[in-house]
């Protein structure tokens, strides 16, 4: 349905942004101005410590600083609810008292046609139901029970069963004078080519509905209750009211539950989904066999930033979340993004339920993997890089790839971190080979031993400190390029590492990362390799992730908010300038000595008032994150940010 601009600027009118946004957030009373009509709280689509969420009334419009999210009333609704845009048209105007247009006619006639469809599926459910409490429903059940399904959970979902008859539900339909043509076109028949008479497309199967955002019945899931039965899983074709590449199982009672939680768990089955939802995990939906579609991927992410995936952990679920990769990647977006949980070998998330209980299963998903590493793993895994052409050919894979994603700031942060952590892989392998690959004492970085190899210097820590940040972190670098380019580093070799990083980071589409990285010598390499994403990249060594940079900035195992990661950042930059900033006036001082002039008096009173003036932010912003360095040691463990 389409809206005319004047009726939602009548609802926008009536109803103020701040107080659609304010059910679902808790203003900052420090920086909001209600008389201005200027509201701040922390963002609801991702988190943060810190408010950077703005609502202005008088443009009716927000804006996250921090992710980037914006719109107005009705985006607000269906980015935090899940709702299509009429939806939200609909709810927003009810709220405000303002009446809406009747549909045109051809919509009309378009929605009385898919109810009257609604409504054949309904009585087919209902026939269904009807069956499995019935005589011929005594294996259907059976077979509930040996999958330990409740009653309240077989009443929820509406089980049934489809008889092993070529015409029962259609002689249902046609006594209650259903058309054979509108039974056909809801998906309930068959009708064959050579012209024999139509026939019931589900027979002697376990019936499940499958209902739309509404909870109306659009189609169903039938699966065989025949050891020789195929498929063993058959789904309604698509239809006026059943599209597989948009709809998801289980939304509608999903959808609430995942907002409140913030959290939703994608399955491939709905009967894994069903018994997610007995055991207790409410935001759970299922993607009807199909693969991910642009629209599912879309309509997920109104549920939650990151939804978990789960996948079988043998071949087959690897593959499929291969396959799903390769369809995520052009639609991600700041701050939206999804993990990836791969259940045990062999079990199903019904048998881990089963094995392990909600606790079990609860902690394999939380122990899900973020989507840059699965995408690492599948291409590392099958490169190998012993020539400049397969590095080359790896670079390629990767490049294509994050080519592939439309939004610039998701994509640029995708290259960097892709390029350091490629960067980190050649220069390790490097060592590896002139080590003849023995992993002895000095081929992996142990605290303290590449500080031997440069000149001590009281800058020392805080020196390698911004540089581990900057490889750990290279958004980092991005956004404050030109300060860390010029950082005045006292040790000789921290200089040539930040020359390197910067080279990476410039030159970020056009030279390869085994060129940058070539050629360099093997103190930096011993820099390098203290800081290490992974010391070679394997899986075993997973644990040693950035052991140097966590001992020497302990926080960093509290996984701290990304916002406070980039303050510190930003701190130790204005510490180093400000010990630069020193030197120099000591440096005036003693010049002035010898001899004292009125352009060096100047420049001296200068300094002194800027140095002062900077002294004054360092200690002012290092309490700051003290602070709030105490609230995250002292918060309950959260899982490590996403990409």
Not at 122 to 148: I, P
Not at 561 to 566: G, R
Request: charged residues 30%.
């Amino acid at each position: 349905m389409r809206f005319e601009p004047r009726l939602l600027d009548e609802i926008r009118a009536r109803l103020t942004l701040s107080e659609v946004v304010g059910r679902r957030v808790s203003w900052d009373r420090r920086k909001t101005q209600p008389g201005k009509g200027d509201y701040w709280a922390c963002c609801p689509f991702h988190q943060e410590k810190s408010p950077s969420f703005h609502v202005d009334d008088r443009r009716n419009r927000y804006k996250c600083f921090g992710c980037g999210a914006s719109g107005d009333h009705f985006t607000f609704l269906c980015e935090t609810e899940g709702l299509s845009f009429p939806e939200a048209v609909e709810r927003l105007a009810e709220q405000a008292g303002v009446g809406l247009p009747a549909p045109d006619p051809q919509a009309a006639r378009r929605e009385k046609k898919r109810a009257g469809l609604a409504e054949i599926c309904e009585m087919a459910a209902r026939f269904f139901q009807n069956e499995y409490q019935g005589s011929r429903g005594e294996v259907a059940r059976a077979y509930c029970a040996k999958r330990g399904l409740a009653a309240e959970t077989l009443a929820e979902f509406r089980f049934g069963f489809a008889p092993d008859s070529r015409d029962a539900l259609k002689a249902y339909l046609a006594a209650r004078e259903v058309p054979e043509a509108d039974m056909i076109e809801a998906g309930l028949l068959i009708r064959p080519e050579d012209g024999r008479p139509a026939y019931d497309r589900f027979r002697g199967r376990l019936m499940i509905p499958i209902q739309d955002d509404r909870g109306r019945v659009v189609a169903f899931g039938g699966r065989t209750l025949s050891p020789d039965g195929q498929p063993k899983y058959l789904n309604s074709p698509e239809t006026p009211l059943f599209h597989k590449g948009v709809m998801l199982f289980n939304a509608h009672r999903a959808r609430e539950p995942a907002f409140k939680s913030g959290e939703a768990v994608v399955v491939e089955g709905y009967l894994d989904a069903i018994a997610l939802w007995q055991a207790g995990i409410r935001h759970v939906v299922a993607s009807l066999g199909t693969a991910f579609t642009e629209d599912q991927i879309l309509r997920l992410w109104k549920f939650a930033p990151e939804p978990v995936i789960c996948f079988d952990g043998d071949a087959a679920g690897v593959a499929a979340a291969h396959r799903s990769i390769d369809r995520i990647f052009p639609v991600l977006k700041s701050g939206f993004s999804f993990q990836f949980c791969f259940l045990p070998d062999g079990m199903d998330p019904d048998d881990l339920i089963k094995q392990r209980g909600l606790a079990g299963f609860e902690a394999e998903v939380g122990s899900a993997q973020s989507l840059f590493n699965v995408v690492w793993d599948r291409e590392i895994s099958v490169s190998r890089l012993d020539t400049p052409e397969r590095k080359a050919a790896l670079e390629k894979r990767f490049d294509d790839l994050i080519g592939t994603i439309r939004d610039e700031r998701v994509r640029r942060r995708y290259q960097l971190d892709v390029r350091f952590k490629l960067s980190n892989l050649f220069f390790e392998q490097a060592r590896q080979n002139r080590k003849g690959g023995k992993k002895d004492a000095d081929s992996l970085w142990l605290p303290g031993k590449a500080r031997e190899r440069v000149a001590a210097s009281d800058d020392f820590g805080i020196e390698r400190l911004i540089l581990g940040l900057g490889m750990r972190y290279p958004h980092l670098l991005d956004r404050n390029f030109e300060r860390f380019s010029g950082l005045p580093f006292v040790n000789e070799l921290h200089t040539q590492l930040r020359d390197v990083l910067c080279r990476i980071v410039d030159d970020l589409e056009t030279t390869p990362v085994a060129d940058l990285t070539s050629g360099v010598d093997e103190p930096l390499k011993d820099i390098m390799s203290e800081m290490m994403l992974e010391t070679i990249g394997l899986q075993e060594q997973r644990q040693a992730e950035f052991s140097a940079l966590n001992h020497r900035f302990p926080l960093l195992n509290s996984n701290p908010p990304e916002d406070f990661v980039e303050g510190a950042f930003v701190h130790f930059l204005d510490v180093m300038e400000l010990n630069a900033l020193e030197a120099e006036l000591a440096s005036e001082l003693t010049g002035a000595d010898e001899q004292l002039d009125e352009q060096a008096w100047t420049r001296i009173q200068a300094l002194t008032r800027d140095l002062s003036r900077r002294r004054e932010e360092c200690t002012r912003d290092e309490a700051d994150l003290a602070e709030r360095a105490r609230k995250i040691r002292t918060a309950p463990p959260v899982a490590a940010a996403a990409h």
